[in-house]
């Protein structure tokens, strides 16, 4: 077993196509935060607030049109439930360089109706043959696989149609249409064969293989199946703000830190709760005999990589004005030391 920590450094690359003991109740020891924050910022108010306003864009935007049996399960998987960390990724970058809410909503949308598609499909029988999904059966167990992978197909296109929509946006102002352009093709390339289908494949491939799956292995899945989405989330709302160029790429390292970040969690958390807590089949990484960073480095470890790439991504946000960067701090904070 390897006896130092894998380094983080390739998520601080600014090239896009080439991303590189815990306490009983954590998964991640917490530690005093180096970047001032407003103490009086509520974190619970403003992530319910937040999913409230995308719970309900989401609801309006995949009515029970017809055939009513694909979008019965579109809504099904979509509107399961969760903390819509994504979107809300999506609303507080934007946000963060000066953008709207408003701005924000359709790309936070087309992200999380993504990352929904991702979800109904690497349950199927085919990928990680699963059966639950958020403490409810998965998509393909209540409509079946056909209707389950074209649910994920059209939920897929349905985001780049809202992504693209001028008439998805406020009127007045609207943003440039090319921001919602560069937007369309960053979330493109995340999805794509170079992004989340890469980590996908690559995961495929290093699943139950007799020889060891060396670090830089996992770090370019995780970067890619997981992260991926995550960095898509921050990235797309800076750049529907109007941020800067310098701006988008300090919020997407911050965001490659956060999405390896999760990933890290979720292996600890596989192997530490159980199904009941988590919501989806626990230990299901150890039945599969799948790579996981428990696995290569030891849990401990594991851990401590986990801290360092919290501490790493509020760094990237110590330029920003504090109070506007307060959500994304809180956010990183969350993902470090969520339960499920």
Same mark, same amino acid.
């Given at each position: 077993?390897?006896?130092?920590?894998?380094?983080?450094?390739?998520?601080?690359?600014?090239?896009?196509?080439?991303?590189?003991?815990?306490?009983?109740?954590?998964?991640?020891?917490?530690?005093? &935060?180096?970047?001032?924050?407003?103490?009086?910022?509520?974190?619970?108010?403003?992530?319910?607030?937040?999913?409230?306003?995308?719970?309900?864009?989401?609801?309006? %935007?995949?009515?029970?049109?017809?055939?009513?049996?694909?979008? +019965?399960?579109?809504?099904? =998987?979509?509107?399961?439930? #969760?903390?819509?960390?994504?979107? !809300?990724?999506?609303?507080?970058?934007? +946000?963060?360089?000066?953008?709207?809410?408003?701005?924000?909503?359709?790309? %936070?949308?087309?992200?999380?109706?993504?990352?929904?598609?991702?979800?109904?499909?690497?349950?199927?029988?085919?990928?990680? /043959?699963?059966?639950?999904?958020?403490?409810?059966?998965?998509?393909?167990?209540?409509? #079946?696989?056909?209707?389950?992978?074209? %649910?994920? &197909?059209?939920?897929? =296109?349905? *985001?780049?149609?809202?992504?693209?929509?001028?008439?998805?946006?406020?009127?007045?102002? =609207?943003?440039?249409?090319?921001?919602?352009?560069?937007? !369309?093709?960053?979330? *493109?390339?995340?999805?794509?064969?170079?992004?989340?289908?890469?980590?996908?494949?690559?995961?495929?491939?290093?699943?139950?293989?007799?020889?060891?799956?060396?670090?830089?292995?996992?770090?370019?899945?995780?970067?890619?199946?997981?992260?991926?989405?995550?960095?898509?989330?921050?990235?797309?709302?800076?750049?529907?703000?109007? #941020?800067?160029?310098?701006?988008?790429?300090?919020?997407?390292?911050?965001?490659?830190?956060?999405?390896?970040?999760?990933?890290?969690? /979720?292996?600890?958390?596989?192997?530490?709760?159980?199904?009941?807590?988590?919501?989806?089949?626990?230990?299901?990484?150890?039945?599969? /005999?799948?790579?996981?960073?428990?696995?290569?480095?030891?849990?401990?470890?594991?851990?401590?990589?986990?801290?360092?790439?919290?501490?790493?991504?509020?760094?990237?946000?110590?330029?920003?004005?504090?109070?506007?960067?307060?959500?994304?701090?809180?956010? *990183?904070?969350?993902?470090?030391?969520?339960?499920?």
């Amino acid at each position: 077993m390897a006896s130092s920590l894998p380094s983080p450094s390739l998520l601080l690359s600014t090239a896009r196509r080439k991303p590189s003991s815990i306490a009983a109740s954590t998964a991640v020891p917490q530690t005093k &935060d180096t970047m001032r924050i407003p103490p009086e910022f509520d974190f619970k108010g403003y992530m319910l607030t937040k999913a409230a306003t995308v719970n309900r864009a989401l609801d309006l %935007a995949v009515p029970l049109a017809d055939p009513r049996r694909i979008h +019965e399960a579109m809504r099904y =998987s979509l509107l399961a439930g #969760g903390k819509r960390v994504r979107p !809300i990724l999506c609303v507080a970058s934007c +946000e963060l360089v000066g953008g709207s809410e408003a701005f924000a909503i359709p790309p %936070a949308l087309a992200v999380e109706m993504i990352h929904t598609m991702s979800l109904i499909h690497d349950d199927l029988p085919c990928m990680d /043959d699963d059966d639950l999904r958020r403490g409810k059966p998965t998509c393909h167990r209540v409509f #079946g696989e056909a209707i389950a992978v074209l %649910a994920g &197909d059209a939920l897929l =296109s349905l *985001a780049f149609h809202i992504l693209s929509n001028p008439n998805s946006y406020p009127s007045s102002p =609207s943003p440039p249409s090319s921001l919602i352009v560069r937007s !369309i093709s960053e979330l *493109a390339f995340c999805v794509g064969s170079e992004g989340l289908v890469a980590g996908q494949v690559v995961d495929i491939e290093s699943t139950g293989v007799s020889e060891s799956v060396p670090i830089d292995r996992l770090e370019y899945i995780h970067l890619h199946k997981t992260a991926v989405l995550l960095e898509a989330s921050v990235v797309l709302g800076a750049i529907i703000g109007g #941020g800067s160029d310098s701006q988008v790429e300090k919020l997407r390292r911050y965001a490659r830190c956060i999405g390896l970040l999760f990933q890290v969690v /979720d292996d600890i958390l596989d192997v530490t709760k159980s199904s009941q807590e988590l919501g989806k089949t626990a230990g299901k990484d150890l039945v599969s /005999d799948k790579t996981t960073y428990p696995k290569l480095i030891g849990l401990e470890k594991s851990r401590e990589f986990a801290e360092e790439l919290n501490h790493e991504a509020k760094q990237q946000l110590e330029e920003f004005d504090s109070e506007k960067a307060a959500p994304l701090v809180h956010l *990183a904070n969350y993902i470090a030391y969520r339960q499920k």
